[in-house]
């Protein structure tokens, strides 16, 4: 049987672990699965006739009686048959659950013909937040159609060597896994989603990777009073093929528009105005998502809003992407609960979230495309301007907003633009 050990990077963790598997199963055929590269994984899987694989992390040991007990745990795999079997900590062995690392799945044995027969593949990193949840990803994909199971087990122990404090993966941990071990549903229609309080739009440039965590974070919400407007801005990937997908998956709740070439984030935008029916109208950025009960608290909250409140902001959780893809904790960022136009102008960082009245927006005539910028860079700031010369905004209570700060985004290549439209806006309303 083939073994992946996965997160392989020629240290101890990886040491220990193909030791004491080669020791424990010598007939197994171990393949180290370096961080970042599991097509390894994938073009191992594809061409083998093997009917099951294992997973383990590197740092996980196994006894030397673990071929024994994989004969019985393959069994069942046989007979159910079970799509997979992972196996956990053994509950009675204290220091054991103590050292398991937050995030990390113990060994899974696959049933790979059953995850040949559903098409699937172990994703990476261009569509998890993070590459150590990508076993719990598979698992939860396949759980879908063909159940698994989970085994507790003392035959093996985890990496000896925990997680520091300071990389915050236990905050990591506890902020993704609502979003990963939400069970997937069908969404049928109700009286929530035929009358939505709130439209969820997303503007996608051939961003199909990211596109998927975002759409993920949607539909794990625990209200069901929203809809997804997603519009692909001319994409020349498959893009818009994977929104066709979705929308077709979802067809109560998601729905997308394809504009025929590229034409800017505030094109995107306005076309989807043209199409939500929701009186609120959240922008969410293609490489961002919520957590779980986001849609209910912003729905709570329009319940005390006057008449003249049209744009809800609040404060975000900022995660940065690593050269690898993966992404870190950095903790929680925002503004004053008190908005300060010349201060965000200043700054140049971006609000979010960004929730509008959609009402007001189709007063405004929607997100300008005329400005120096033509609508592509800074239609945030600029439809903020414009809604607060004669409405108000309320602050959001609560986190409900992840934002991915990377390196290569648009803004942040184009930051020498900015300043000359900083001065072009500022003249334009008098600030």
């Given at each position: 049987?083939?073994?992946?050990?996965?997160?392989?990077?020629?240290?101890?963790?990886?040491?220990?672990?193909?030791?004491?598997?080669?020791?424990?199963?010598?007939?197994?055929?171990?393949?180290?699965?370096?961080?970042?590269?599991?097509?390894?994984?994938?073009?191992?899987?594809?061409?083998?006739?093997?009917?099951?694989?294992?997973?383990?992390?590197?740092?996980?040991?196994?006894?030397?009686?673990?071929?024994?007990?994989?004969?019985?745990?393959?069994?069942?795999?046989?007979?159910?048959?079970?799509?997979?079997?992972?196996?956990?900590?053994?509950?009675?062995?204290?220091?054991?659950?103590?050292?398991?690392?937050?995030?990390?799945?113990?060994?899974?044995?696959?049933?790979?013909?059953?995850?040949?027969?559903?098409?699937?593949?172990?994703?990476?990193?261009?569509?998890?937040?993070?590459?150590?949840?990508?076993?719990?990803?598979?698992?939860?994909?396949?759980?879908?159609?063909?159940?698994?199971?989970?085994?507790?087990?003392?035959?093996?122990?985890?990496?000896?060597?925990?997680?520091?404090?300071?990389?915050?993966?236990?905050?990591?941990?506890?902020?993704?896994?609502?979003?990963?071990l939400s069970p997937k549903t069908s969404l049928g229609m109700s009286a929530e989603v035929q009358k939505p309080r709130l439209s969820i739009v997303l503007t996608v440039y051939n961003e199909p990777d990211y596109m998927q965590w975002a759409v993920r974070s949607v539909l794990a919400q625990t209200s069901g009073s929203w809809e997804l407007m997603m519009i692909d801005d001319g994409s020349t990937d498959?893009?818009?093929?994977?929104?066709?997908?979705?929308?077709?998956?979802?067809?109560?709740?998601?729905?997308?528009?394809?504009?025929?070439?590229?034409?800017?984030?505030?094109?995107?935008?306005?076309?989807?105005?043209?199409?939500?029916?929701?009186?609120?109208?959240?922008?969410?950025?293609?490489?961002?998502?919520l957590d779980p009960h986001a849609v209910q608290s912003i729905t709570e909250m329009m319940s005390t809003l006057q008449p003249e409140a049209a744009f809800l902001y609040g404060n975000h959780s900022e995660w940065r992407e690593e050269n690898d893809r993966n992404l870190s904790y950095r903790g929680a960022s925002g503004y004053s609960t008190q908005l300060d136009i010349k201060d965000m102008l200043i700054s140049g960082a971006p609000l979010a979230p960004r929730v509008f009245r959609t009402e007001t927006l189709r007063a405004l005539g929607g997100w300008k495309t005329d400005d120096p910028a033509r609508g592509r860079l800074y239609e945030d700031m600029l439809m903020i301007i414009r809604i607060l010369q004669n409405n108000q905004a309320r602050f959001l209570q609560g986190i409900g907003y992840n934002r991915r700060i990377r390196s290569n985004s648009i803004t942040r290549t184009h930051q020498e633009q900015y300043n000359h439209w900083r001065e072009w806006v500022m003249g334009m309303y008098s600030l």
């Open positions: 049987m083939m073994v992946f050990v996965l997160g392989a990077d020629h240290g101890r963790d990886e040491r220990f672990t193909v030791h004491s598997m080669t020791s424990a199963v010598p007939a197994a055929r171990l393949t180290l699965v370096p961080p970042g590269q599991h097509h390894v994984l994938n073009e191992a899987v594809f061409h083998t006739e093997d009917p099951y694989c294992m997973t383990i992390r590197a740092g996980g040991r196994v006894d030397p009686d673990f071929k024994l007990r994989l004969e019985e745990w393959i069994h069942p795999l046989m007979q159910a048959p079970f799509s997979w079997i992972h196996l956990l900590p053994d509950t009675e062995t204290a220091s054991f659950q103590s050292r398991f690392r937050p995030g990390e799945a113990g060994p899974v044995i696959w049933n790979l013909q059953i995850m040949k027969s559903l098409g699937l593949k172990f994703p990476g990193n261009e569509v998890l937040p993070c590459e150590i949840m990508m076993e719990w990803y598979q698992m939860q994909e396949m759980h879908g159609t063909h159940p698994g199971c989970s085994q507790e087990s003392s035959d093996w122990s985890p990496s000896r060597y925990k997680f520091r404090d300071w990389q915050r993966k236990g905050q990591e941990w506890k902020k993704l896994a609502p979003i990963l498959h893009t818009g093929c994977l929104m066709q997908k979705l929308a077709s998956e979802y067809p109560f709740h998601i729905r997308c528009v394809k504009h025929p070439c590229n034409l800017g984030k505030a094109a995107a935008l306005n076309t989807a105005l043209e199409h939500v029916r929701a009186p609120w109208l959240l922008e969410l950025d293609a490489d961002d998502w």
